[in-house]
């Protein structure tokens, strides 16, 4: 079936909590995130066995369209003030936006995998390397957002992440940054990191990653291969 009124209801509530953790008077984030919390919810358990097949296609590739625009078209730059707020706000923007196809293609991902589908991971090499060169800018880390702007930043880097292979040499220059995120945002427990990576668009894989990114990131283990296979292909 298309998406019925209770579906959109919840995706449109989980939107209003993400555009809430974003600066104020961005009101073109809206149309973007809840198509993210669309795709997402379409599969879940809950949803994935009740949704229409085409629907679920139109919606990923009008999630994806939105994802490409919003970087090419960099709405946020008209609505941001000056300054150091304004700057450290354009680069959680960029990232942010940057993160969004990566998001895109795992719901696609998970998708296939909750029918038991062995997918290969897609390639995002040119999309982790975007988000590395905007974070390691001029400044580098002290240019970094601060406050509940890190927050959509460590969202990315989470998705990418989940996104890249346990043996991707990427993956340690990401895990670095989370770290510091964590420590920015002074996240000390795995229920405030997810609590915090609630705040935005989440596949229900997605959440079932956290605790084994959390370990990862405050080296209680290392993944292990057997484990990474499974749930990352």
């Known amino acids: 079936m298309p998406f019925n009124l209770a579906f959109q209801d919840d995706a449109q509530i989980r ?14 984030m809206f149309d973007v995130v809840v198509r993210l919390h669309q795709l997402g919810l ?10 229409d097949s085409c629907a679920l296609t139109n919606l990923y590739f009008e999630a994806l369209q939105s994802a490409m625009l919003i970087q090419l078209e960099e709405p946020w730059s008209e609505q941001l003030p ?3 707020q304004g700057q450290e706000a354009a680069v959680m923007f960029k990232v942010w936006a940057a993160g969004l196809p990566i998001y895109a293609c795992a719901a696609l991902r998970h998708l296939r995998s909750r ?3 062995l997918v290969p991971r897609e390639y995002h090499g040119p999309l982790f390397g975007r988000v590395q060169t905007i974070l390691d800018g001029d400044g ?12 959509p930043v460590l969202a990315t880097l989470f998705y990418a992440l989940e996104a890249c292979t346990w043996d991707d040499p990427w993956r340690i220059w990401c895990v670095d940054a989370m770290r510091k995120i964590l420590d920015l945002l002074k996240l000390k427990t795995v229920k405030e990191f997810k609590k915090t990576l609630n ?10 990653m956290m605790d084994i990114v959390w370990a990862e990131l405050t080296h209680e283990s290392v ?4 484990s990474m296979l499974q749930v990352f292909g």
């Open 15 to 28: 939107a209003w909590r993400t555009v809430k953790r974003f600066p104020k008077n961005t009101s073109f």
């Open 115 to 117: 029918h038991r589908v």
């Open 199 to 208: 705040f935005m668009p989440m596949t229900e894989l997605h959440q079932e």
């Open 223 to 226: 993944p292990r291969i057997s």
């Open 140 to 151: 580098g880390y002290h240019a970094w957002p601060r406050g509940r702007n890190l927050e």
């Open 82 to 84: 000056g300054g150091i």
């Open 42 to 51: 379409a599969v879940a358990s809950d949803w994935i066995d009740r949704v």
